[in-house]
């Protein structure tokens, strides 16, 4: 687990005649990541006279008929019944898996065929009425609103506009005493009426004034016209038409929905699982342009892992029946190209995740996703420091793992991190007196300078006795650091780089123990040394200081300056934590003397503010330790041996969600 899995390079040859049953069976083992000979070793279609493979003509059916199911699976989606709010958390929908059978490309086709047949006109032309209805809605309701505005006025709707001689204008005004300024000199009759809505006074206005006038622009400052389509009959009258209309048209509308719905319930899980059986055929059919190929022969490229191969060989065999060849290489020395897979325990996988948020490591480089874990836990457990928010945590991620773990691998795998997560805050928080602040001493025993236990002190005080916090923050960060050191030495020895070890590792070992000497010595006075041991602390640090500048330079002067900024930033631990204890501790404060202050209203008040408080700050310092401690690792850890820059092992192999092969 300390490094990547050994991977070996495979290359199989085949006749024609059996490369469709060698690439089922691939697909269905997963064994193997098939490569781009065309694209990653273009040059092997030269050495051994070979030309690139074309694509299945099939695969461009499979597309089309993947495109009308998907369509028709989006629509009815839209319609589906969805649990909402906590219930979609508590109660989420398990997707049934539909049993099928191995079987040729053309029965899956002639069955998606025939339930294409049997839903896509319905349900595309049903979304087709529904977009027309919906238009026709949305043009009703807002005649209705034209309608409901000028039904105090006595008039046809069809005299708006011009005829031989009017022209009649409907619209609404803000202001109307500018209206009328606006308008004043030219012949028009203003008609109006006072409408209010909430704070705003506005004006229903209609104008009239011989088709000849010239009404001008500067009324339009203050002028919102209303706009109708053809129709004839008073504001009223035409108000009920519409409403009655728009009442149809959502009778209809219902319609239409309760029928999708139906078809959602009948089809949705058989379109879902005959769709994927299409897509995993597509895959199958679109994977040949990887490959090379002759005349009567196909060459497939790939990366297999090195405790697969015998698999691999047999597999290979089976499926064409002797008629292959299967060739097995080892990568290169320092290799670029090789997929990286990363054997991690089930329990250990969101530490993978921590790992890829940075970048996965190289072949030959050690993989630190364990380490990386352990410490994020530690440091954040320092960092939060508090056993309320631990437990919130705990109960929190034990809710998530029984309770939903069993609808999804990553709830409960996050759920299991979150576990351990708040077991160790909740212990940090106990050693550092710390229980949502001082709220056991503040709010039960009534004396806030009082320890938490009743027992007696606590080797560990985050707010008394930061100092300690301090130095237990700094032994931690310089153990951090030199497991760092620690592995890139171990890396080195391993991939037989001896001169790097020199370089860029021993160093470090002959500053710190000859340099710390000597500060301990004579900055710190924390010892005495003898002459001899002075003479060996001061040979120890000349050495690391050589080979430093031996590798860097003048530079070599930063990278001392920059390892003892990093050792000095894992003083956040401190920080992080007296953050969430002195906020907890000052909202403690605030609600206690909002209580006292006003007895009565203050018992209501007291728990409500503790409440919002506390979860502000469990939210505010969770996210912070979460980033504080990922930053560690990634700054100051990596730094000492790590450059990453992997690609993950992709194999070609079949994920089924909907489906599940009948045994």
Known sequence: MLFASRMKKVSL???????????????????????????????????????????????????????????????????????????????????????????????????????????????????????????????????????????PFDLDCSWLGESQYLQIKAGITHDLM???????????????????????????????????????????????????????????????????????????????????????????????????????????????????KTNQTFLIDGWVLEKNVTLLQDLANTSTQGHSECQISNPSTNPDDVPIHLDIPTWAKPFKTFLELFSLPRYNEVNPSLLLGIFFILFFAIMLGDAGYGLIILLASLFGYIRLGKHSSMIKEWSFMGIWLGISTTIAGFIFNGFFGDFIPRFIYGNPKELLYTFGPLPIDAIHKPVTILLMSLILGLIHLNLGIILGLYQNIKNKSYRKIIKTQLPWFFLQIGGGALVGYAMLHIWNLSTMALA???????????????????????DLTGFVGDWLSYARLLALGLATAGMALAFNIVAEVFSQMIPVIGIVLLPIILVIAHFANFILQSLGAAIHSLRLQYVEFFNRFYQGGGKEFVPFEIKRKYTEVKK
């Open 13 to 151: 040859v085949t006749h024609s005649y059996y490369l469709n049953s060698l690439i089922h069976s691939l697909h269905e083992s997963g064994l193997i990541q098939i490569t781009d000979i065309h694209r990653e070793t273009p040059q092997r279609l030269e050495e051994i006279d070979v030309e690139k493979a074309a694509m299945d003509p099939d695969a461009g059916e499979c597309a089309t008929y993947e495109m009308r199911l998907t369509r028709i699976i989006k629509i009815l989606s839209r319609f589906a019944d969805k649990q909402k709010g906590i219930a979609s958390i508590l109660h989420p929908k398990i997707v049934e898996k539909k049993h099928v059978q191995h079987r040729s490309l053309p029965i899956i086709l002639k069955e998606a065929s025939l339930l294409l047949s049997k839903t896509e006109e319905r349900v595309v032309q049903s979304e087709e009425k529904m977009s027309d209805l919906d238009i026709r809605l949305d043009e009703l309701d807002d005649e209705i609103k034209i309608f409901e505005l000028l039904s």
């Open 178 to 292: 500018a209206l009328r300024e606006a308008l004043t000199g030219r012949d028009v009759e203003i008609l109006s009426k006072e409408k209010k809505e909430k704070k705003e006074k506005n004006w229903i206005v209609i104008l009239l004034a011989h088709k000849s006038t010239d009404l001008g622009k500067t009324y339009k400052q203050f002028f919102e016209e209303l706009t109708l389509h053809q129709v004839s009959g008073k504001p009223p009258d035409l108000l009920q038409q519409h409403q009655q209309e728009k009442e149809r048209i959502s009778r209809k509308k219902k319609e239409i929905i309760s029928a999708l719905k139906n078809l959602h319930a009948t089809y949705n899980d058989t379109l879902l699982a005959i769709r994927e059986e299409i897509i995993l055929e597509k895959i199958r059919k679109e994977i040949p342009i990887k490959f090379a």
């Open 536 to 558: 060996l602390a001061g040979l120890l640090t000349g050495i690391g200081l050589l080979g430093l500048f031996l590798h860097s330079g003048a530079i070599g002067f930063f």
